[in-house]
């Protein structure tokens, strides 16, 4: 199995001098496995679509699609009790994990989750109608201030475009996080995100495959050129080395990013990355 470069008390005390540290001129950012990725800004936490359990290996053992893990888990979400948002791109539970949501709200009386308006019943189902007041649901193009943290939702494509897949942006000081969820290309994405002036795109890259019998993503190639052709200051990949099924190598990504002078950085599990402000 994959071990994260830290996890548990490595992880949460790498945390902790991060949020100590509480930089106006730096956001941090921890990959979490999956689509999962930690920010931290002045303090300041945000989690982006966390799947922090075995849920899904579970559920899926004894059938003919196991959920074979690949990565050690990088932290126990009860412990993560500093969390101010986190969203939930889409219902597919290694974005909308009740084993994770649960004890992440037991552990943040306060923590709210920003997730599509569209999801909103689904969701009441999944995490409990008591979950309901933690619910920022936000439809395309709404806003919603939590903390320091202003996001947006922006359409995602998962195949197909519908108002239960999202991407958000997320604003932090003068930081613009773009966290896709589950998308493929599709017409006006690139156009939208330019405008943004996005720092750092988390894109997923391991695309579709029909025998997986799951919904596609980017791959390898499409995240790259997306990054490239929306100005990301760097691109970061997800979406790979979670379930043996449905995975794919971060090296073509590289290479890609390498071709097309798109900067990028491939974080291990649980290891920081330190994004300073950009020069004027």
């Not at 994260?4 to 956001?27: E, I, K, N, Q, S």
């Not at 084993?99 to 909103?120: I, Q, R």
């Not at 449905?246 to 990028?264: D, I």
């Amino acid at each position: 199995m994959i071990q994260p470069l830290l996890c548990d008390d490595a992880f949460l005390a790498d945390v902790a001098a991060a949020r100590t540290a509480a930089a106006a001129d730096r956001l941090f950012l921890w990959w979490l496995g999956q689509s999962g990725f930690l920010a931290c800004y002045s303090g300041e936490c945000l989690l982006f679509d966390p799947y922090l359990s075995d849920s899904l290996t579970a559920k899926y053992a004894g059938t003919d699609k196991p959920h074979v893990r690949l990565t050690a888990r990088v932290v126990d979400p009860a412990r993560l009790d500093f969390v101010r948002v986190i969203t939930a791109s889409h219902n597919h539970t290694d974005h909308l994990d009740a084993a994770t949501l649960g004890p992440l709200f037991a552990a943040n009386p306060h923590t709210a989750l920003a997730l599509p308006a569209a999801n909103v019943e689904f969701a009441a189902q999944r995490l409990g109608a008591n979950a309901r007041s933690r619910f920022v649901p936000l439809a395309e193009g709404e806003r919603a201030t939590i903390g320091p943290f202003s996001l947006e939702a922006i359409p995602a494509a998962h195949e197909e475009l519908s108002p239960e897949f999202a991407g958000f942006v997320a604003s932090a000081g003068p930081f613009r996080i773009y966290h896709s969820g589950d998308t493929v290309l599709f017409p006006g994405l690139v156009d939208r995100l330019r405008l943004i002036a996005v720092d750092v795109a988390l894109l997923p890259i391991n695309g579709r495959a029909p025998e997986r019998r799951v919904a596609g993503n980017l791959d390898a190639f499409e995240a790259a050129r997306l990054a490239h052709a929306i100005g990301a200051r760097t691109a970061i990949p997800c979406h790979y080395e979670m379930f043996a099924f449905n995975t794919a190598s971060p090296v073509p990504f590289a290479g890609e990013c390498a071709r097309l002078g798109q900067p990028c950085l491939i974080p291990r599990a649980g290891e920081r990355v330190t994004l300073p402000l950009s020069s004027p």
